[in-house]
């Protein structure tokens, strides 16, 4: 699994301490690291031997030293940047009347795809909306749901559906926000923890988007139809087999914003 080069390998062992499965060895005639066939299946291909390596002596069969660049140091950003960075990103409800092109979407998705998976099982897949039809018609049904939620159980209804239904029928789109794309973060039954995959893959997409100056907002409301009302699921083409899923609006912001809004004290305890 594993090719090493013995010209840059100084058999520092940085792979057989870093391997999260523990299945390097330093082999007994030539101290290079490998991988023994019978731990083969125990791989969970996270590329962390070809991470750790600071000479680039390691290859591995799937994760290959080609396909894994070197982290640039002058693009490390520093902790207020970090800190300002994620303090800024704010849901967006008003958005351009603009398409977004596809190769920008899939830039998108190409960096979500680095989020982490349980066991690094990588089960999310994407689907993405932006025919404008479609996504009123998503809407429209979204707001169906809300109409049969208010009127059949009233007391477990959120108080703003009601309000959310009424701006649909004075020509809003309340769900959507006319926003020109839903991209769906979602994964199929065999997932073992398919939800908090997904929902971490959205997220890394959520924190990128702005980079590519887009804005986004997590469509709550549609995903709560698409888990109980089958018609939304059914209109969207994504089968039962994929019970795993969350939307996330996208577009170009319509405003800016100059201010990074107060959040509640964190709750900590120490135990
Ligand atoms: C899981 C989730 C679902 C959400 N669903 C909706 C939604 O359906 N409609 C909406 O307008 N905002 C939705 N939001 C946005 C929240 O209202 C927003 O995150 C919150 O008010 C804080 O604002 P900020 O994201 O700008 O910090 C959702 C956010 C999350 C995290």
Request: hydrophobic share 40%.
């Amino acid at each position: 699994m594993l090719s090493i080069n013995p010209e840059l390998c100084n058999k520092d062992s940085l792979c057989v301490d870093e391997c999260p499965a523990s299945i390097i060895t330093m082999t007994e005639d030539t101290g290079l690291p490998e991988i023994k066939d019978e731990a083969r299946d125990c791989c969970i291909h996270c590329g962390h031997c070809v991470a750790v390596c600071p000479r680039g002596a390691l290859d591995h069969e799937t994760v290959s030293l080609k396909n894994c660049p070197p982290i640039a140091k002058e693009k490390v950003i520093d902790s207020e940047q970090a800190v300002q960075f994620l303090r800024s990103r704010r849901s967006v409800r008003k958005f351009k009347n603009r398409p977004v092109a596809p190769d920008v979407i899939e830039n998108l998705i190409q960096v979500a795809a680095y989020a982490p998976s349980g066991s690094n099982m990588q089960p999310v897949e994407w689907a993405v909306f932006s025919d404008r039809h479609q996504l009123r018609e998503l809407s429209e049904l979204t707001v169906d749901w809300m109409r049969h939620l208010v009127r059949e159980s009233p007391e477990n209804t959120p108080p703003y559906m009601p309000r959310l239904i009424k701006g649909w029928e004075n020509g809003q789109d309340s769900v959507l926000r006319d926003a020109p794309v839903v991209i769906v973060a979602m994964a199929d039954k065999s997932a073992r923890i398919g939800q908090i995959d997904t929902t971490i893959s959205l997220t890394y997409l959520d924190l990128v988007a702005p980079a590519f100056g887009l804005g986004t907002c997590w469509a709550g409301i549609l995903q709560g139809a698409m888990l109980n009302w089958p018609a939304v699921k059914q209109a969207m083409g994504i089968s039962e087999d994929y019970p795993f899923h969350y939307p996330l609006m996208v577009g170009y912001n319509k405003h800016r914003y100059y201010r990074l809004p107060e959040r509640k004290p964190p709750v900590i305890t120490w135990k």
